[in-house]
């Protein structure tokens, strides 16, 4: 089993994991990676890539703490490449040394910080690359880039980034251990002899976070939320005890439910993260909390489109902040029409991940490598466009109980066949699916507006939920204050 | 009822082996899932999961891209509207398709002939006219141009599927409809209307209208959300009152 077997799924080789030693390949591979290297700074590379393979104590820890460290912002594409090559290394040592590896790791969060630095330098390079293919016939360009990114087209890429995930996923027995304890059984005998170590353990159960964040960024929503089958999403979730793994997988995982077109869920999701940042917001400290402050607004944008398309009564703390940081632009896409849409679309673009491409782009044709984030972007708009008229027709309705078509559409001005179109529309968009339990992908499509409607004919029946008075919960809390 | 994306009750247990496992991502598999695919096509069923897990192929291996089992794809999705399986499927193609397609709309020109983007942009034509409910503007572009006749050609039963998924959204809707505006939303007339009014949506024609029986989604009737009280909020109270009998 080998991380780096990108190649030889691409030539329609061996299957995938049936081959457990496919070492004479990767030797190959490697010696040609070297080979393409050499014309460069050859020797220094070198020498970097022979110590890298556990020649010492020292080294190794030096390595473990570099895997977790972030590049520096202005990193040359040498440093990017490299920095694959070292994580190539290090899980390759990881995955394949000969019975599980016995080290000390830096801290109890490095498993987190390795995986999460890991695919944001592989997303960030995918954009970067990307985004030189495309500009390479409009602006200036590095030509000596260009020509390195072209020859090493597998140089972070998707299948080998996916592959260490999987990897490190199956060594650990991440799986077959969370689904036990889900049945409530005890997960040490489905271990087995790396996933009973932390380390494994640990780095498995991240790669599922991890997964869940590169389906969403190919586009992937429903993989992405598949993913996370075996998790139990509450507050026990052993993702919930690092700050930021707790953050991005909430993120991740409502993302992808509103691109599923599920709101309510989507809002469910953001909303339970919010709340709990807003509360612990005064524990938390340092990087930590520095580096999840810009999710927290992205939230917040994501969380004023879903209430936007899917209008719900927001927790009181969450509906706050959301009125501080985004009030104007909620209330100008909850009014809809066509003036609303270019808020959804710089929400959008400010909240949204950055999307990638599974594969290298076409440096040949430049105008193919479309950024993938106006991709989404576009088809997302097309679902917004369809809603748009729908918080006109629900402001009208609720005035009413019943109503004539004509009528109604007199004071909209438009045709009653325009508005016979619209109240079908809002009536589809009312009914979502909404997870009630079981896996994430499961749910009951419910209604999920407090008002509806009925056409007899042209009349228009409107009727609205309600609801009820709290009394006995009124009387408790005052019994329980006096008694 | 209960919906879980990911399970197809049609689905082969080989397929559900594929996507369950690591072979999702070999490009060997293209050719079963190209065949699921034509099947789904031919005995009117759908499994969106495994239509996804091609068009990750496809991503992963645009080399393997198969125009005419894209659009079946496609095509497919479009007959379980109003779900989002349409929208799942545009992103995982290829972003430059739908730029194309973007591109052409806005310069009133129509991509090339005989591509994948203008496929998905004929597609995207009907999408939006079903997701905005002009049902007899769908019926006049899908009749008006030869391309969509090919384009459908595959999918066994299309219109019949549109018609009944027009008709679910109907019955949501309404209670009574006039019999020339259903006419026109399911593009069938005379004794062909009255059988499909009749016999599959199981709806009664009373002169010119067509009346819905009532269900759960069409009533309107107003509710009031009571609260729901469990015994165990009354513990405390209860377990105070034996520990101070009065």
Not at chain 2, 84 to 111: E, I, M, R, Y
Request: hydrophobic share 35%; glycine share 6%; net charge negative.
């Amino acid at each position: 089993m080998s991380v780096r077997q990108a190649p030889v799924y691409q030539q329609g080789g061996e299957r995938p994991r049936a081959d457990p030693d496919s070492d004479g390949e990767e030797e190959a591979l490697a010696n040609n990676y070297r080979e393409q290297q050499a014309y460069g700074d050859g020797e220094d590379y070198d020498l970097t890539r022979s110590v890298s393979l556990g020649s010492g104590p020292q080294d190794l820890q030096a390595q473990l703490q570099a895997a977790a460290t972030p590049l520096e912002y202005q990193a040359t594409l040498e440093t990017k490449i490299q920095s694959y090559d070292s994580y190539c290394n290090l899980f390759h040592f990881i995955l394949n040394s000969e019975g599980p590896v016995d080290i000390e790791v830096p801290s109890y969060y490095w498993a987190w910080d390795v995986i999460d630095e890991f695919l944001y330098q592989f997303n960030s390079f995918c954009s970067y690359r990307q985004r030189l293919a495309y500009q390479q016939s409009s602006t200036q360009v590095n030509e000596d880039d260009i020509t390195v990114l072209r020859e090493n087209p597998n140089i972070w890429g998707c299948y080998s980034v996916l592959n260490v995930l999987y990897s490190l996923i199956q060594r650990s027995q991440i799986s077959e251990q969370l689904a036990a304890r889900k049945r409530g059984e005890d997960p040490a005998p489905y271990a087995g002899e790396y996933g009973s170590r932390s380390l494994y353990q640990m780095l498995g159960y991240f790669s599922i976070i991890g997964l869940l964040r590169v389906h969403c960024l190919l586009g992937d929503f429903s993989l992405a939320v598949k993913t996370l089958d075996d998790i139990e999403l509450n507050k026990k979730a052993m993702f919930a005890r690092v700050m930021a793994a707790n953050f991005t997988t909430y993120y991740y995982v409502g993302f992808s439910y509103m691109m599923m077109h599920r709101y309510a869920d989507a809002l469910r999701a953001f909303n339970h993260i919010l709340i709990y940042v807003s509360r612990t917001k005064n524990f938390q400290k340092g990087a930590q909390y520095d580096s999840i402050t810009k999710k927290n607004e992205q939230m917040y944008a994501l969380v004023a489109i879903c209430v936007a398309m899917n209008p719900t009564r927001l927790d009181d703390t969450i509906h706050t902040s959301l009125r501080e940081k985004y009030g104007e632009q909620l209330s100008r896409m909850q009014r809809g029409g066509p003036e609303a849409l270019p808020i959804f679309e710089e929400l959008f673009r400010a909240a949204c991940p950055k999307f990638i491409s599974p594969t290298p782009p076409d440096f040949d044709n430049p105008q193919l490598n479309v950024d993938p984030v106006e991709h989404q972007l576009s088809i997302f708009m097309d679902e917004v466009k369809n809603n748009m008229f729908c918080p006109t027709v629900r402001s009208y309705l609720k005035l009413y109980s019943t109503m004539d078509l004509t009528k109604l559409a007199g004071f909209l001005e438009v045709d009653s066949e325009t508005l016979r179109s619209w109240l079908l529309v809002n009536k589809q968009r009312s009914r979502q699916v909404r997870h009630s339990e079981g896996g994430l992908l499961e749910g009951d499509v419910v209604n999920s507006n407090d008002l509806d409607y009925a056409m007899q004919g042209d009349l228009i029946h409107v009727s609205e939920a309600k609801v009820g008075r709290r009394l006995v919960d009124w009387y408790l809390r005052n019994l329980a204050r006096t008694y | 009822m209960g919906y879980a994306f990911d399970t197809c009750p049609d689905r082969p247990e080989n397929i559900d082996a594929i996507l369950n496992g690591l072979d999702r991502y070999n490009p060997e598999t293209t050719g079963i899932f190209q065949d699921y695919i034509a099947q789904q096509c031919e005995s009117q069923t759908y499994d969106c999961f495994a239509n996804l897990a091609l068009l990750k192929l496809y991503q992963f291996n645009p080399h393997l891209l198969q125009l005419e089992t894209t659009t079946n794809i496609l095509a497919k999705a479009l007959t379980v509207f109003p779900s989002p399986d349409f929208s799942l499927c545009l992103s995982l193609l290829p972003p430059h398709v739908l730029a194309q397609t973007k591109n052409a709309q806005q310069n009133g020109t129509a991509p090339p002939s005989g591509t994948l983007a203008e496929a998905v942009q004929l597609l995207s034509v009907l999408h939006t006219q079903l997701n905005n409910a002009q049902y007899d503007q769908f019926w006049d572009t899908l009749n008006g141009d030869d391309l969509y006749a090919d384009l459908v050609a595959d999918v066994q039963g299309f219109e019949e599927l549109m018609r009944v998924r027009i008709a679910v959204v109907v019955s949501q809707c309404m209670q009574e409809v006039e019999r020339s505006i259903l006419e026109s939303w399911m593009s069938i007339k005379g004794s062909k209307f009255e059988n499909f009014v009749k016999e599959i949506c199981g709806w009664k024609i009373e002169g010119e209208k067509v009346v819905i029986p009532l269900n759960k989604e069409n009533e309107a009737r107003s509710s009031v959300v009571r609260e729901n009280v469990k015994f165990e909020q009354f513990g405390r109270m209860v377990k105070r009152a034996y520990e101070q009998p009065a």
